[in-house]
């Protein structure tokens, strides 16, 4: 009986240690996304059980059940525990071979299956799924519109998980690179310099600028 109740009070300080880390993330990825989104919104991080049951697959995900934006967004366990490694480091040896990258010759072709974009991938794509899925929670249903927006904020949203700047311009230029390799419907002719999707056309930066910001709350919509 006495190893039984050892057992027991293990396995909950346990889960209660889970739970406070877990809900500890949640709120720092909250504050994240309440300022990428304009409001205050939540993140939802899928749990060890759920993602042994989990045959999607989805990085992120949020749901229009009346047409309009819930208060927050659900992202995959692997998702949110790269952000957390990546908030928590004291450094990003992963995206600093990024800063070296000159993206005006860089292609699929040639570059895709690189050491750096190998190791760099991931923590840039959790980064971005950030960033998407704020863009859903404003109120953007077009994938295509969100995921641009989303390429747009990356350099701001790595900065402020703890990157450095020349490391969120990295992560911004290396998803523009990776746009031919995604679905179609997350892609548009107008996510570029000047195109309808610029969130700021009056400049020449693009997809980021030279002091990271949010893009605008109120764009054009992908024609």
């Known amino acids: 009986m ?3 109740a050892v057992v ?3 396995l909950g300080l346990g889960w209660v240690w889970t739970h406070h880390r877990q809900t500890s993330l949640q ?5 994240v996304a309440t300022q990428l989104a304009g409001r205050p919104v939540g993140v939802r991080c ?3 059980w759920a993602e042994m049951l989990d045959i999607g697959s989805r990085s992120g995900e949020v749901q229009f059940p ?3 934006p819930p208060d927050h967004m659900f992202l995959v366990r692997s998702v949110c525990g790269r952000l957390r490694h990546f908030m928590d480091a004291g450094s990003h040896r992963n995206l600093d071979c990024l800063t070296t990258i000159d993206w005006t010759t860089w292609s699929i072709d040639a570059d895709y299956d690189g050491e750096c974009e190998r190791h760099a991938q991931d923590d840039a794509e959790a980064v971005n799924t950030l960033a998407h899925e704020s863009m859903h929670l404003r109120g953007i249903t077009s994938e295509a519109e969100a995921q641009c927006l989303a390429i747009q904020a990356d350099a701001w949203t790595v900065v402020r998980l703890g990157g450095t700047a020349a490391e969120g311009d990295a992560v911004a230029n290396y998803l523009l690179a990776l746009q031919p390799l995604m679905p179609p419907e997350y892609q548009s002719s107008g996510c570029r310099a000047g195109g309808d999707l610029d969130a700021t056309p009056l400049t020449r930066e693009f997809p980021s600028e030279t002091s990271p910001a949010i893009p605008p709350l109120t764009l054009p919509s992908v024609s």
């Open 2 to 4: 006495r190893a039984a």
């Open 8 to 10: 027991i009070v293990v």
């Open 27 to 31: 709120h720092r990825l909250a504050a």
């Open 46 to 48: 899928q749990g060890f």
């Open 66 to 68: 009346v047409g309009r």
